[in-house]
């Protein structure tokens, strides 16, 4: 198994990344449902598949943080098309600069975490 150098500076900066990143997305996206006036009903589905994830995010899980870049990749999809529309506003924008941010930072971790998992079992 390839050994990488400085993995638990790594691990520490995914997961900060990752838990940052996802915060504010959550938040961008309460904040810019709110002002477009989303339905209630419509906000819970929209929330749904990121707050599913959230017991093994916490848990730290490499499958469900990896299960998080296919969650996020129908994010991406919708936003870019927010963002073509006539109705578009800078918090499509920040959804969109976000969600690469936590797409990027969750493969990363998702991997960084796999490698330890296997890391720490090799030295014992």
Known sequence: M???PNLGKKLRIGRQLTWGSLI???LVLLLNGLLS???LSLMIFTFLPL?????GLYIERYKT???LCFVTLLYFVVTVTNLFAPTAN???VAELVLLVIL???AMMFSRWKQYSLY???SDE
């Open 90 to 92: 800078l918090l499509d």
């Open 65 to 67: 943080i990896s299960m």
């Open 103 to 105: 797409f990027s930072a």
């Open 51 to 55: 707050l599913i994830l959230l017991p």
């Open 37 to 39: 006036s989303t339905p």
């Open 24 to 26: 504010l997305f959550l």
């Open 119 to 121: 890391q720490d079992d």
């Open 2 to 4: 390839k050994v990488i």
